[in-house]
């Protein structure tokens, strides 16, 4: 057992309660409620009667609040289960900021659990739908037919061999006092249902008013972890815009604090300039003037944009980088590999992505997906030939960087396409296994 703890963490061990503190479940329990009673020929609760239902033991609730007698509010549970189990739980949302709180956490070698009174099959579900179980080391929550989990034994569960300094987060009394039962801390969280007096009363060790007041309790004064910087490139018609988009609202759902951008431009400075590039009007343009361009407005963006989100700890998500000038630059103009190399250099500061996705399109089906497309600016008016070096471009440069550049088969549906992006982007964002406690 590894009695010392890690330098930079305050907690060896984090125990989460799932619904209030890691996801907002509200509106998905809510209406799996409202649909139980009202297939059990109950009248309907208003909204404030539905919130009591979320947290504590469902079984306890309708005997509770709706004053079941237990055969009914069994029945009543297995109806909710119908709804919650297949719709409801995909009405969820992840709290803004928990996945890259969980990320630092596993990153500095924290165990982290949950401990919930959802069922486990469909809180494992939660957690692979929103990405969460890229870091839970354990999950546990009550055996299938035990309607009255008693919270301590949960987390007694969760606590894993040799924890030295373990503490639980939730948004419950019943969470702090489950902890403060096992003599360890119990941390409020006032952004759940629970609210202050509860927490309170429960004995909480400390509240935090939000996630990042939490992240400040569980990660101390370390600065945040530098964020993720993500590259989509491919040819003009590829859909890559698309994907970028459609990953950009995962990862917001996630939890994570996302920064979409894309080049040329992603700042008012670079977006003067790419309306330069890009106007069909600014027809005549030397090659050289184009790469300077793109690599001046490289610069502004780097600097305004990609650099400041990354120390945040954000995923910067970016359509098209450095590559894209390789690929129609250096061998769409001829200008040659070792000129972009060395003109982007300054732009860069040596800036680089961690993972770039290259959406590859045949050249023919790109161009004829582009025809019926919208109006093609200047760069969309090139010949075929032009598309042609483009495309073996991009070729080289997943080639020559086979670990940073990862290629994405993007002549299916969007949601074919997408699945493979999903793949992708989880394992940029999972980190290193926990260190065995
Ligand atoms: P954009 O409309 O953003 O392209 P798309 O929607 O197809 O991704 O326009 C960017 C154009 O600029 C696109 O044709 C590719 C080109 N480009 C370069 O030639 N070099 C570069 O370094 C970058 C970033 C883009």
């Given at each position: 057992?590894?009695?010392?703890?890690?330098?930079?963490?305050?907690?060896?061990?984090?125990?989460f309660?799932?619904?209030g503190?890691?996801?907002?479940?509200?509106?998905?329990?809510?209406?799996?409620?409202?649909?139980?009673?009202?297939k059990m020929?109950?009248?309907?609760?208003?909204?404030?009667v539905?919130?009591?239902?979320?947290?504590?033991?469902?079984?306890?609730?309708?005997?509770?609040?709706?004053?079941?007698?237990?055969p009914?509010?069994?029945r009543?549970?297995?109806?909710?289960?119908?709804?919650y189990?297949t719709?409801?739980?995909?009405?969820?949302?992840?709290?803004?900021?928990?996945?890259?709180?969980?990320?630092a956490?596993?990153?500095?070698?924290v165990?982290?659990?949950v401990?919930?009174?959802?069922?486990?099959?469909?809180?494992?579900?939660?957690?692979?739908?929103?990405?969460?179980?890229?870091?839970?080391?354990?999950?546990?929550g009550?055996?299938p037919?035990?309607?009255?989990a008693d919270?301590?034994?949960?987390?007694?569960?969760?606590l894993?061999?040799?924890?030295?300094?373990?503490?639980?987060i939730g948004?419950?009394?019943?969470d702090?006092?489950?902890?403060?039962?096992l003599?360890?801390?119990?941390i409020g969280?006032?952004?759940?249902?629970?609210?202050r007096?509860?927490?309170?009363?429960?004995?909480?060790?400390?509240?935090a008013?939000?996630?990042?007041?939490?992240?400040?309790?569980l990660?101390?004064?370390?600065?945040?972890?530098?964020g993720?910087f993500?590259?989509?490139?491919?040819?003009?018609?590829?859909?890559?815009?698309t994907?970028?988009?459609?990953?950009?609202?995962?990862?917001t759902a996630?939890?994570y604090?996302?920064?979409?951008?894309?080049?040329?431009?992603?700042?008012?400075?670079?977006?003067?300039?790419?309306e330069?590039?890009?106007?069909?009007g600014?027809?005549?343009?030397?090659?050289?003037?184009?790469t300077?361009?793109?690599?001046?407005?490289?610069?502004?963006?780097?600097?305004?944009?990609?650099?400041?989100?990354?120390?945040?700890g954000a995923?910067?998500?970016?359509?098209?980088?450095?590559?894209?000038?390789?690929?129609?630059?250096?061998?769409g103009?001829r200008m040659?590999?070792?000129?972009?190399?060395?003109?982007?250099?300054?732009?860069?500061?040596?800036?680089?992505?961690?993972?770039t996705?290259?959406y590859?399109?045949?050249?023919?089906?790109?161009?004829s997906?582009?025809?019926s497309?919208?109006?093609?600016d200047?760069?969309?008016?090139?010949?075929?030939?032009?598309?042609?070096?483009?495309y073996?471009g991009?070729?080289?440069?997943?080639?020559?960087?086979?670990?940073?550049?990862?290629?994405?088969?993007?002549?299916g549906?969007?949601e074919?396409?997408?699945?493979?992006?999903?793949?992708?982007?989880?394992?940029?964002?999972?980190?290193?296994k926990?260190?065995?406690?």
């Amino acid at each position: 057992m590894d009695q010392k703890m890690n330098a930079s963490a305050r907690y060896d061990v984090c125990v989460f309660d799932l619904d209030g503190t890691l996801t907002q479940s509200g509106i998905g329990i809510g209406r799996s409620v409202r649909y139980a009673l009202e297939k059990m020929g109950r009248p309907t609760p208003d909204e404030d009667v539905l919130r009591r239902y979320i947290g504590p033991p469902l079984l306890e609730s309708f005997m509770q609040i709706d004053g079941m007698d237990e055969p009914d509010a069994r029945r009543a549970v297995e109806i909710y289960r119908e709804r919650y189990n297949t719709v409801g739980w995909r009405e969820n949302a992840v709290y803004p900021g928990i996945g890259t709180l969980l990320r630092a956490l596993k990153a500095r070698g924290v165990f982290v659990a949950v401990a919930t009174g959802k069922p486990t099959g469909v809180a494992s579900d939660i957690l692979a739908g929103f990405g969460l179980d890229l870091y839970v080391d354990k999950l546990v929550g009550p055996h299938p037919d035990d309607h009255h989990a008693d919270k301590a034994a949960l987390i007694a569960e969760a606590l894993p061999e040799g924890a030295v300094h373990p503490c639980m987060i939730g948004d419950r009394g019943g969470d702090v006092e489950g902890a403060r039962a096992l003599g360890i801390d119990g941390i409020g969280v006032l952004y759940g249902y629970g609210g202050r007096s509860e927490l309170e009363a429960a004995g909480a060790t400390c509240l935090a008013e939000d996630v990042s007041a939490l992240s400040g309790l569980l990660l101390g004064d370390d600065p945040v972890n530098r964020g993720l910087f993500i590259s989509f490139e491919g040819t003009d018609g590829s859909g890559k815009s698309t994907q970028l988009k459609k990953a950009s609202e995962m990862l917001t759902a996630w939890g994570y604090d996302v920064t979409l951008t894309r080049e040329p431009g992603g700042c008012p400075i670079s977006e003067r300039i790419r309306e330069i590039i890009l106007d069909v009007g600014s027809a005549g343009m030397t090659a050289e003037c184009e790469t300077l361009l793109y690599a001046a407005s490289r610069a502004q963006h780097v600097a305004q944009v990609i650099r400041p989100a990354l120390e945040r700890g954000a995923i910067v998500l970016c359509d098209r980088f450095v590559d894209s000038s390789m690929a129609y630059q250096a061998y769409g103009r001829r200008m040659g590999e070792d000129v972009i190399a060395r003109i982007n250099e300054p732009a860069t500061g040596g800036l680089e992505p961690d993972l770039t996705l290259f959406y590859d399109m045949s050249p023919e089906a790109a161009m004829s997906r582009r025809r019926s497309a919208s109006v093609p600016d200047r760069m969309e008016r090139e010949n075929e030939d032009f598309v042609l070096r483009v495309y073996d471009g991009f070729q080289r440069v997943v080639r020559e960087n086979p670990r940073r550049v990862r290629r994405v088969d993007a002549s299916g549906t969007v949601e074919e396409v997408f699945d493979q992006t999903r793949e992708l982007l989880r394992s940029a964002l999972a980190v290193g296994k926990t260190k065995k406690l």
